[in-house]
């Protein structure tokens, strides 16, 4: 089956500084790369995706690139603000979208004034 | 909005006991997640259901049954609880024809068996 890493497990930056996320997957045939993020005590919420015919894709202060060569992905937040502090997770699906997910073990960010 | 909602926030079981945690989601959606999650080990699946009746294996479904008798309630069982599957569970939601293809999650129930 399909195995997610994703690193670091926590990361602290300074407000205002760019946070980036990485993760690989193993199975080639993943064709669906969502990032959720939890906040303490709530539920995780989709915040960004992307389908394997791109490569980039962005939202406002937040990318996700794709590199379906090395199996690799990652999440880009710029100008960080402590609202960002919370966990991520990135996920693979070979499914496509809305279908069974392999989660990754999550990062652990945390945005400093 | 959708709404996806747990039968309890906090439970506290004995070894030994059957447990029932329930899920009820509102916008008709095909497919039902359980996972839980464990500090260091991200979100697990345990079972999943495309349809009603209809279940899969996830990746941990040992000590664990599921139930899916109507679209929007999805039932995880743990037959005989033990203190290993004391953790936080959460149901999730989607639907697969529809982006953003989003997993709908609910509020979680923390789980402990004693």
């Known amino acids: 089956g399909e195995n997610v890493e994703q690193h670091p497990s926590t990361l602290s930056v300074q407000e205002g500084d760019s946070a980036v996320i990485k993760c690989t997957y193993s199975?080639?045939?993943?064709?669906?790369f969502p990032w959720y993020k939890q906040e303490l005590g709530k539920r995780p919420q989709l915040i960004i995706d992307?389908?394997?015919?791109?490569g980039e894709k962005k939202d406002q202060r937040i990318a996700v690139t794709l590199n379906k060569t090395a199996k690799h992905f990652s999440l880009h937040i710029t100008e960080t603000q402590p609202e960002d502090s919370a966990v991520y997770f990135c996920?693979?699906?070979?499914?496509?979208?809305?279908?069974?997910?392999?989660f990754g073990t999550g990062t652990q960010l945390k945005v400093e004034l | 909005d959708v709404k996806v909602t747990q039968s309890s926030r906090y439970l506290v079981k004995r070894t030994g006991e059957k447990v029932f945690l329930e899920c009820v989601q509102d916008?008709?959606?095909?497919?039902m997640f359980w996972y839980r999650q464990d500090p260091g080990l991200g979100l697990r699946l345990i079972y999943f259901?495309?349809?009603?009746?209809?279940?899969e294996k996830g990746d941990i479904p040992e000590g664990y049954s599921v139930s899916r008798e109507k679209k929007e309630r999805f039932s995880l069982i743990l037959e005989s609880a033990s203190t290993n599957q004391t953790s936080m569970y959460l149901c999730?939601?989607?639907?697969?024809?529809?982006?953003?293809?989003?997993?709908?999650f609910g509020p979680g129930t923390r789980l402990t068996v004693t």
């Open positions: 999730a939601s989607s639907a697969p024809d529809r982006t953003p293809y989003e997993q709908y």
């Open positions: 199975d080639s045939a993943s064709n669906y």
């Open positions: 992307i389908r394997s015919n791109v």
């Open positions: 996920a693979a699906s070979q499914a496509g979208g809305g279908n069974k997910l392999t």
């Open positions: 916008m008709d959606h095909e497919n």
């Open positions: 259901s495309y349809d009603v009746k209809m279940k």
